[in-house]
């Protein structure tokens, strides 16, 4: 079936750095994955959608210069958290949609800002 | 807007009954609709999906149930294993877009 990896599975940092998280498709193309960020025993929010060589999408309220979104080939894209504060703390989550299998996701990111 | 979400937050049942979680829905739009399945720490697992045109759909001991005229959705789980304790999203999409999640219920099955 379609596989989704993400890394690091969980990474801490301290306040003013900047962190990446990479998201990519093991067996298949995915032209379009997105972002989400989860609180505890909350939802999964969309952050952006990535889209192969263009622009990443965001939603309302998310900040593209807080949250870069480089989507470079067709396997791979990742989530930049820059200048990270305690607040940024939180589950990233990357999923990408494939033909067959419906949406798949990746296992997670835990980011501790400290 | 749009918002999805679920009747309940916690489910707890005996293991071997059947589990029932339910979701309503707001955007009429709406064509696709998935169900999740989330363990602590992991990231969302894909149940079981069904298009706006079905009203219910069956996998492995799976079934999901689309009711549009009331805009609602529900998954039934057969004989509830422990392996089943997790949080379960609904989650509803247009055009083969983007996902949106509801609140979550976390199901317990007791031995």
């Known amino acids: 079936g379609a596989v989704v990896s993400q890394h690091p599975s969980w990474v801490i940092c301290k306040s003013g750095t900047s962190v990446k998280i990479e998201c990519r498709s093991l067996?298949?193309?995915?032209?379009?994955m997105f972002w989400y960020r989860q609180f505890p025993k909350k939802s999964l929010m969309l952050m952006a959608t990535?889209?192969?060589?263009?622009?990443?999408?965001?939603e309302q309220g998310v900040e593209k210069d807080k949250f870069l979104i480089n989507h470079a080939s067709l396997t791979l894209s990742t989530l930049t958290v820059t200048s990270a504060h305690p607040e940024d703390s939180s589950f990233y989550i990357c999923?990408?949609?494939?033909?067959?299998?419906?949406?798949?996701f990746g296992s997670g990111t835990r980011l501790t800002v400290v | 807007g749009e918002s999805v979400g679920l009747h309940l937050p916690t489910l707890s049942v005996q293991e071997g009954d059947n589990s029932i979680i339910n979701c309503a829905y707001s955007?009429?739009?709406?064509?696709?609709f998935i169900w999740y399945k989330q363990e602590s720490g992991k990231g969302p697992q894909f149940i079981i999906d069904?298009?706006?045109?079905?009203d219910k759909r069956q996998g492995q001991r799976v079934t999901v149930l689309l009711n549009k005229t009331v805009k609602h959705l529900s998954l039934q789980i057969a004989a509830t294993q422990p392996g089943d304790s997790a949080v379960y999203f609904c989650?509803?999409?247009?055009?083969?877009?983007?996902?949106?999640f509801g609140d979550g219920t976390t199901l317990t099955v007791k031995p």
């Open positions: 999923s990408a949609r494939t033909n067959d299998y419906g949406y798949t």
């Open positions: 990535s889209n192969e060589g263009s622009k990443a999408t965001y």
């Open positions: 955007n009429s739009a709406s064509d696709y």
């Open positions: 069904i298009r706006s045109n079905m």
């Open positions: 989650a509803e999409n247009k055009n083969a877009g983007k996902s949106t």
């Open positions: 067996d298949f193309q995915a032209t379009t």
